[in-house]
């Protein structure tokens, strides 16, 4: 099982849902840089669980401990090691679970490939190892906006039916954490979170899509051909739980248009390329060109609901399930702090080969 990611800036995380915690090990991480606990905890309070009555009532407080590679307030360019620790782990609640297959979990995919699976909370298939990505995406973060001024916003602007009415380029964290749901459309998020009570009161589940901005990328950065900064995303995306879809700059919407229509017109403001459109999203040949990166993430329904269902037990009988446990019925509002810590993991990766690359001669 690979369980890293990144060319320079490297992560690897451990870790199971009901295990003794979940960790993560940060390798390439630059010296220097002026780092907190209190800089990691902010992005894991957006991610943890019971934060809201819209996500699973576990109570965790996902604290976190920084063992290694921080001296004095400063990385020391050493391994990065952090930790959080399982304090309310409940095991017991999925003993039903120890002989059957939840529909479209990783429940049966892990049994078919390793011979064995952890049913209790479904292990390393749960969410909660994102906890690892989200604590490396924290310093991710603070080097791109130390380096370049970079800032990455993610929300939620789909909800199942529910659009969300808002110019991606105006967006704020602000707007985004002003409510539980993480729609900077305010009107739209009430609407969102009445449906998201309901789906829990029904036993059910709710998916919808996610869009992010990165703002005040350089041109430049990408790595041709088969690491196009578009295709890192894209794997970097659909690596998260949950995740069914990528779609970046007008995505789909590109097959109706014509060329003149869809192509981005270059223009010079002052000294500076830029275009009058974006509809690239702000990646052209698989290379950042300046422009805001816009992408969206879809996202499906929770797998695990309390419905009955059809299913199969691990001796491959034909059964019924009705899950039990703490699930959240819908993804989308603590999935937006993870949409933007791969985010920034692709980019602080690219921007890191890209200063190694162009230092050499300059």
Known sequence: MNNSFGSLFTISTWGESHGGGIGVVIDGCPPLLNLTQQDIQTELDRRKPGQSNL???????????????????????????????????????YDHLKSVYRPSHADFTYDSKYGIRNWEGGGRSSARETIGRVAAGAVAKKILKKAEKIEILAYV?????????????KVTLKKIESNPVRC???????????????????????????????????AGLGEPVFNKLKADLAKAMLSIPASMGFQIGSGYNSVTQTGSEHNDPFYMDGQTVRTKTNNSGGIQGGIS???????????????????????????????????????????????????????????????????ARSGLFS
Do not use: W
Not at 308 to 328: I, P
């Open 157 to 169: 602007s789909q909800m199942h039916t529910l659009h969300a009415a808002i110019d991606p380029e």
């Open 55 to 93: 996500t699973t009532p576990r109570k965790e407080a996902d604290e976190v401990e920084i063992l290694s590679g921080l001296f004095e307030g400063k990385t020391t360019g050493t391994p990065l090691a952090m930790l959080v620790r399982n304090k309310n782990a409940n095991p017991k609640a």
């Open 184 to 218: 900077p459309d305010t009107k739209v998020a009430a609407a969102m979170a009445t449906k998201i009570e309901q789906a829990r009161k029904d036993g059910d589940s709710l998916g919808g899509i996610i869009t992010c901005v990165a703002k005040n990328v350089p």
């Open 289 to 355: 060109n300046g422009e805001t990166i816009l992408f969206t993430v879809a996202f499906k329904p929770t797998g695990t609901i309390f419905k009955e269902q059809d299913t199969v037990t691990t001796k491959k009988k034909n059964t019924k399930l009705s899950a039990k446990g703490r699930h959240d019925p819908c993804v989308l509002p603590r999935a937006v702090p993870i949409v933007e810590s791969m985010a920034a993991l692709v980019l602080v990766d690219h921007y890191l080969q890209q200063r």
